[in-house]
């Protein structure tokens, strides 16, 4: 076992995602003995809670739906009051290789945050018209916040450590996309630094992505109004962490 | 007639408003802004007058478009102020429920590992520890 003070929270949002929990929690599990994992249900219908479970996860039951920004606080706030050092963010579906995350928390030793970006096997996400936009566009803008070079900003396969947890229970954003740019903005305005490591990502197992010409163009117009206010929001009120 | 009209929707105005006070279903941030609101029409109504000088003093032609675009401007005042309440009531519920989360799930640890420390069933377990420390815990933490 690790020592106390280095312990690693593995975050697992997951809503209605039954089919596929369990199969990411045993995968994590039997990987690696020396992190926690926890479940966070973000108010699902289905018995995603109990898959979980049953799986070997702690689980963190919400009692509505209240998206990833919202089932992500609630895992930082309990890596917080539970003294974790560290946090990463798998996602439910299994797009997340559970092989990547020594990999991601790596990626802590130079930076605040660290990004898992989905370079290699960009098959299923390498997007056309205006969700590709909407990417690339993302990425650059926060690259030259952040000061440094990013590539996929979305992703929300991303490592925080305790500066940044500490950051994130102040203050981490449930609006449409604030999960994953809103978020790294308030951090970067915090002080806090960030770093990408490439990783990659896998297909589905079950469920469908969500991807159509006019949903992508509202995932484009949305991505740029939440930046925008992201950016406009500067420094103030995001000027908390000091340590 | 018509002032008398005024006067009327002016004291209605201000019962609902002190009656619902009264009955603690409005609370007193909220009423302040509508108790102003109920003075002035009732102001406005005892002394026309006072609203054809104002509209004279700004330039309004007509008296009545200058109540309209007063009513405008408060009404998008107050439907503003009602969004940014729930905002912030909205974001209080989450904090809550968050909360709920861990603290259930904290809870249904230590009821677990309560029951596999003593080697008791999980049902009922107030039933069979009268004397164990945590029911003596449980009772002063009521009592302080």
């Known amino acids: ?243 | 007639m018509i002032v008398i009209a005024g006067i009327g929707l002016a004291l209605l105005v201000l019962t609902i408003i002190i009656s619902l006070l009264l009955r603690r279903r409005l609370r007193e941030k909220y009423a302040t802004l509508w108790l102003l609101i109920g003075i002035v029409i009732l102001v406005l109504a005892i002394f026309p007058g006072l609203l054809l000088g104002l509209s004279n003093a700004l330039g309004v032609a007509v008296p009545s478009n200058l109540i309209f675009a007063l009513a405008l401007v408060l009404l998008v005042g107050v439907a503003l102020h009602l969004s940014w309440e729930l905002s912030q009531a909205e974001d209080e519920v989450r904090r809550v429920a968050e909360d709920v989360a861990i603290v259930r799930t904290e809870v249904d640890e230590l009821r677990q590992a309560m029951g596999t420390d003593t080697g008791r069933q999980d049902p009922a377990p107030s039933a069979d520890i009268p004397t164990a420390d945590t029911d003596t815990a449980g009772r002063t933490d009521d009592e302080s």
Do not use: C
């Open chain 1, 1 to 243: 076992m690790p020592e106390h003070s280095e312990r690693t929270l593995i975050i697992v949002p997951a809503w209605n995602e039954s089919r596929n929990v369990g199969n990411t929690v045993r995968e994590i599990l039997d990987q690696f003995m020396e992190y926690d994992v926890v479940v966070v249900d973000d108010g699902s219908t289905d018995d995603t809670a109990r898959v979980a479970r049953e799986a070997g996860a702690r689980v963190l039951v919400l009692p509505f739906n209240m998206g990833v920004g919202g089932a992500m606080r609630t895992g930082f706030t309990y890596a917080h009051r539970h003294g974790y050092q560290r946090a990463i963010q798998v996602d439910a579906d299994g797009q997340h290789n559970p092989r990547d995350i020594p990999a991601v928390l790596a990626g802590l030793e130079r930076a605040d945050i660290s990004i898992g970006a989905r370079f290699a096997d960009v098959g299923d996400y390498e997007a056309k018209g205006p969700r590709r936009w909407a990417m690339v566009f993302l990425a650059n803008v926060l690259s030259r916040v952040a000061k440094t070079r990013l590539t996929d900003v979305t992703s929300g396969f991303r490592a925080a450590n305790r500066r940044a947890i500490d950051q994130y229970v102040h203050y981490y954003p449930a609006e449409y996309l604030g999960d994953t740019v809103d978020s790294l903005v308030s951090a970067i305005h915090s002080g806090l630094s960030v770093t990408q490591v490439p990783v990659a990502m896998r297909p589905r197992v079950h469920g469908k992505p969500s991807q159509n010409p006019i949903g992508s163009t509202i995932y484009l117009l949305r991505s740029v109004f939440a930046l925008s206010l992201a950016l406009m929001r500067g420094r103030r009120g995001s000027t908390e962490v000091s340590a």
